[in-house]
């Protein structure tokens, strides 16, 4: 079956009593059992029945067999926000006296988290072009845990080489791990390409307009967890096995004893962000490839940066990774840090915000917010440049958006 066929005819883990077509809310923190075994069952993890909602919830779980589905994973994790998938996964897969060999090239709080969070309990953070993957070989050793990067980074919009980084993985034995935000699972298949963990922060296309946070780890069972350094993680494939031991560490430690998981609320309203995902994808990026193509014919900006462009370096390997749309997302290049600050507070359609593949479109000066705590030379090490302004584009008119831009660059 297709992504929405897939999605809109997972069945609920148990039949509702009135038949709700929509999933309802579970808003209760505890849940009741028929004998004092099937208790036992549920917390010691020998049966699927919710527990206590900050283990599990039933809404969250309908959330996470819908993507389940949709991707073909071994097992996904719904979580609070994209940034505590990120944690919880490197919390899983790292130790004090092991490396993680990470894009340079990442979202400013994944940088901070690896390099200054992570950095403070022993592990240490070997950041490396993910363009080259040599490189990436090269500060790959026996004591890596994982490699990590952004499918497309942001905001600088490189394009990464998949495929040859899983090579890369395969030959050093270590997990592959991806934030794959930029593109939605329903438009290309990650673990075809070698990935063995996908972090998405929910929060973007998922929810589709900005109505509440969540973040997605998706195991896909591909990596031998027995090849893994950490002795942590064999523990767990003693225990569940070598294609289980990352979700089970988890499951059934690390939301158990950090809390973190969505909330039936969030997961509500992600299920419904499913439904649409597709259908509002394929809007918004035909929109950016159109509105990035019109910005190139404008006096006043000096480039344009998206890799649906046939200008665009990385056009050729974006396009056979996922096809002619390349996300929802461009950046164009002003005079100065200035011209862009007046750009953006000219602007009358596009908002003046964070966050991505919100139904609205939105913009932000990365250097001065999203990277405005990083100096000068560590931007300059991470190709933020002053000069770049940020669009998201929504799903308005690409003709009223092409309107306000041109009239805010006057």
């Not at 259908?279 to 190139?296: D, V």
């Amino acid at each position: 079956m297709k992504y929405e066929t897939k999605v809109l005819t997972t069945k609920y883990q148990k039949p509702d009593a009135y038949g709700a077509l929509a999933m309802p809310v579970y808003h209760s923190a505890a849940f009741e059992f028929p004998t004092a075994a099937a208790m036992s069952d549920a917390f010691c993890g020998r049966s699927m029945s919710p527990s206590y909602s900050r283990i599990a919830n039933p809404t969250v779980m309908h959330l996470e067999e819908r993507v389940r589905q949709a991707t073909g994973a071994l097992s996904v994790t719904a979580l609070n926000t994209g940034m505590t998938a990120i944690a919880y996964t490197f919390t899983a897969v790292c130790g004090a006296g092991f490396n993680v060999v990470a894009s340079r090239h990442l979202f400013g709080n994944s940088v901070s988290l690896l390099r200054d969070t992570l950095g403070q309990f022993g592990v240490e953070t070997r950041f490396a072009d993910f363009r080259n993957p040599a490189e990436v070989e090269s500060l790959t050793d026996e004591k890596t845990v994982a490699l990590f990067f952004e499918i497309i980074t942001n905001p600088q919009l490189y394009v990464a080489d998949i495929k040859a980084l899983a090579e890369v993985a395969a030959r050093k034995s270590v997990p592959l791990i991806a934030d794959t935000t930029i593109i939605p699972f329903s438009r290309w298949h990650a673990q075809e390409l070698g990935v063995d963990i996908e972090v998405v922060s929910s929060t973007k296309y998922i929810s589709g307009g900005g109505t509440g946070l969540g973040g997605l780890i998706i195991d896909y069972g591909r990596y031998d967890w027995s090849k893994s350094p950490l002795p942590a993680i064999q523990k767990n494939v003693k225990r569940a096995g070598r294609r289980m031991a990352f979700t089970a560490r988890i499951k059934t430690e690390l939301i158990t004893n950090l809390g973190g998981l969505m909330t039936p609320q969030a997961a509500y309203m992600e299920t419904l962000g499913l439904d649409t995902l597709d259908i509002r994808y394929q809007r918004q990026a035909g929109s950016t490839l159109w509105l990035a193509k019109e910005c190139e014919k404008l006096a006043g900006i000096s480039r344009v940066n998206y890799p649906g462009l046939s200008s665009s370096p990385d056009h050729t390997l974006a396009t056979r990774q996922f096809g002619s749309l390349a996300g929802a997302v461009f950046t164009i290049d002003l005079a100065s840090k200035e011209a862009c600050f007046d750009f953006i507070d000219r602007l009358q359609v596009i908002h003046r915000a964070t966050n991505l593949f919100d139904r609205k479109s939105l913009a932000i000066h990365p250097a001065s917010t999203i990277f405005g705590l990083f100096t000068p030379e560590q931007r300059e090490e991470m190709s933020v440049p002053e000069t770049t302004v940020r669009l998201s584009i929504g799903l308005e008119e690409p003709e009223d958006l092409l309107a306000d831009i041109r009239q805010a660059l006057r």
